[in-house]
RNA sequence: GGGGGCGUAGUUCAGUUGGUUAGAACGUCGCCCUGUCACGGCGAAGGUCGCGGGUUCGAGUCCCGUCGCUCCCGCCA
């Protein structure tokens, strides 16, 4: 018999009534009658009860033992009869009588209980994150992380990619976010950094023959977190193809995505085919937003005509100043009492909005405080605009183009959220295309990229030398899913002369551009093939499927929001003789100092 | 860097208008219990109310500061 197990806590079943078996595993919960005792055992595959009573020298040694006590049990597998069976279990239709019981290991009085479903605050979770972890929740989450991986490696191997491994210490790049940088021993002063993505590797080994590539990459950004951004570090599914256009990369990454989902959806409808394509123009005038959940059924429209030189001064005013405004239906609301108006002018209010207009289309007529002030042929203008149907409310934000397509996507989410409109059952996926490849700085007046400017402009060359640098658009895309962002990409700039005059029009010189990026530049000098991908976020995928609402639960061990790991104690101060190797001189602020003497005395 | 929420037994929480000895549940420990599966019953231990200062005859409660967790803005090519 095996030194420790001959099944997993959650093989045993009817079939193996009157073997002998052996399992190991941790004391998840205990039944004790007195004379009688009940043990469920618990490993990573389920749950066994085992049971025992008085007349078994193992009676005492589990009576004595505390939950998450680590056991062995070998004993006899038993048939439970129908009153005692337990169809909530797998194994629940038998039960294994304890002959001998060995302790693995002893358990201390938790700190917090790994049975049952109580919450905890992140702090206790994070400090005893192993306890945590083995928690059913957190089990299947982080088995399903390791499932979707797997699932993504067999689909981009099926789809003729290959994986290749990236430096980690690499060089810091000066656009993006901010580095994590790593002292060099050798080289006083220099410092590695770790690499924000590995693009500028992915695309070296486009130039260098390989045809398609990927990864699953982690990726080191200093930037403060979020929900759904942990502080630090996150993996991509980072990938790119080599003599594509903008479509084959589409029609290569959309059966990956779409089929993971399928697989790990749990049966929830996925985007059939090919993803509807929004064009970032359109995305912000019907969606207020560059990542749209189109879960949401509501579409903004803009009415800014039907205001123009309106009776309703307020609109009227600000339009001559610049201003627009963009409606957003409320179906089937205009029979909600004057109150829940009220509240949502308030919530706007409280959202840096000077307040939430609107018009009810009742039966009998349109109402509402603009309605007052606007003629027939307005209302009727604005009702057609809309779509809207008696019944239904429309909602306006008035503002500078900017601010009000974006608060109109805030209002576009919180009618939805109101009225009870978006489907959650669903996964509904998008491309956001045709970004636009400079911007002009609301401050300087400068034209600069407006995202990344290694993406092709469309029209190539001839685009940058014959058209107004605003309207051009790239060949830059972003995938998104229930409004999350899972990942952008783009067609890249492989061409030297094309980079030279982008970035000429973002005002650098050639030599600027050759001290910034000239590895890259370099490379593409002695012929690169046309190229492109994308590198979706893991994270976040797995955050979807979980149906989880903050990243740290598809993380085993993530940091705090305040980027510190409370288990391994890091970031961490180090010995005076790594900083001397490393040629560095500490000059803290006066409040690092005393927070660093604080702790050691706590430590000693 | 800025704003919001939270912080009370080991844990999750309750705690009225500022007023006697700060409560409950889970956990822990002890006793009882031979068919439970969130077993049940009886009992006990367990608190610097995050920390510092202030107002007050009196502060868990009010004020100021600070620390921690968290959400958002900035930031994230």
């Avoid at 201003?323 to 909600?336: F, H, L, N, T, Y």
């Avoid at 149907?389 to 008035?398: I, M, Q, R």
């Avoid at 640098?469 to 790239?474: F, G, M, Y």
């Avoid at 593409?524 to 990243?551: C, Q, T, W």
Wanted: hydrophobic share 40%; proline share 6%.
């Amino acid at each position: 018999m095996h030194r420790y197990r001959t099944h997993t806590c959650g093989a045993l079943r009817q079939e193996n009534a009157g073997q002998e078996a052996r399992i190991s595993g941790w004391v998840h919960r205990k039944r004790d009658h007195g004379n009688l005792l009940f043990v469920d055992l618990r490993d990573q595959h389920g749950l066994t009860q085992c049971v025992t009573d008085i007349s078994s020298p193992a009676f005492k040694i589990l009576e004595a033992a505390r939950p998450e006590t680590v056991l062995c049990v070998t004993g006899k597998v038993v048939p439970r009869s129908g009153e005692t069976a337990n169809d909530k279990l797998p194994t629940g239709r038998i039960e294994l009588v304890v002959g001998t019981v060995d302790i693995l290991s002893e358990a201390a009085v938790l700190p917090m209980q790994v049975a049952g479903e109580q919450e905890y605050s992140e702090e206790m979770r994070l400090s005893y994150r192993f306890l945590d972890l083995r928690r059913e929740k957190m089990r299947d989450n982080m088995l399903l992380r390791s499932n979707v991986i797997a699932s993504l490696r067999r689909r981009m191997w099926a789809a003729g990619f290959h994986e290749y491994q990236t430096p980690i210490l690499t060089a810091s790049s000066p656009e993006g976010a901010r580095d994590f940088l790593v002292p060099s021993r050798i080289h006083p002063g220099k410092f590695y950094a770790l690499p924000q993505a590995p693009q500028q590797f992915k695309q070296l080994l486009m130039t260098s023959g390989f045809d398609r590539y990927f990864q699953i990459a982690p990726c080191f950004r200093d930037e403060d977190s979020r929900a759904d951004r942990s502080p630090g570090e996150f993996y991509q599914l980072d990938f790119e193809m080599a003599f594509v256009t903008q479509d084959d990369v589409f029609d290569t990454i959309t059966p990956v995505l779409a089929g993971v989902f399928e697989e790990f959806g749990n049966g929830r409808p996925v985007t059939q085919g090919a993803f509807p394509r929004i064009t970032y123009a359109d995305s912000m005038l019907k969606y207020g937003s560059d990542k749209p959940d189109l879960r949401n059924p509501l579409l903004i429209t803009d009415v800014t005509e039907a205001f123009k030189g309106s009776g309703f001064g307020l609109f009227a005013k600000n339009i001559d100043k610049g201003a627009i405004v963009r409606a957003i239906p409320g179906p089937k609301s205009s029979d909600q009492p004057r109150s829940w108006f009220d509240k949502l002018n308030e919530w706007a209010r409280e959202n840096g909005a000077g307040g939430l207009g609107y018009i009810q289309f009742k039966a009998e007529g349109p109402a509402g405080p603009i309605a007052k002030n606007l003629d027939a042929e307005r209302v009727a203008k604005i009702k057609a605009a809309t779509g809207a149907n008696d019944g239904d409310s429309v909602f306006f934000v008035c503002d500078q183009p900017e601010v009000a397509a974006k608060f109109s996507g805030l209002v576009r989410t919180k009618i939805c959220d109101e009225l009870g409109l978006l489907d959650r059952s669903k996964f509904m996926f998008c491309w956001i295309v045709d970004f636009p490849m400079f911007e002009r700085n609301k401050d300087t007046g400068q034209i600069e990229f407006s995202h990344n400017p290694f993406s092709m402009p469309q029209g190539g060359m001839e685009a940058l030398l014959n058209q107004d640098p605003l309207t051009i658009k790239a060949f830059q895309y972003d995938i998104v899913c229930n409004g999350v962002e899972l990942s952008s990409g783009a067609i890249r700039n492989h061409r030297p002369d094309i980079m030279y005059k982008a970035f000429e029009i973002a005002g650098y010189k050639n030599e600027d551009v050759e001290a910034r990026f000239g590895g890259m530049l370099n490379a593409f000098k002695y012929g690169a093939p046309p190229h492109g991908g994308s590198a979706p976020g893991i994270d976040r995928i797995v955050m979807l499927l979980a149906d989880e609402p903050n990243i740290r639960e598809v993380i085993l061990f993530p940091m705090t929001g305040r980027a510190e790991d409370l288990l391994m104690q890091a970031p961490n101060s180090v010995s005076e003789k790594q900083l001397r190797e490393l040629h560095i001189k500490l000059n803290l602020p006066k409040e690092s100092v005393a927070k660093a003497e604080v702790k050691t005395e706590a430590k000693a």
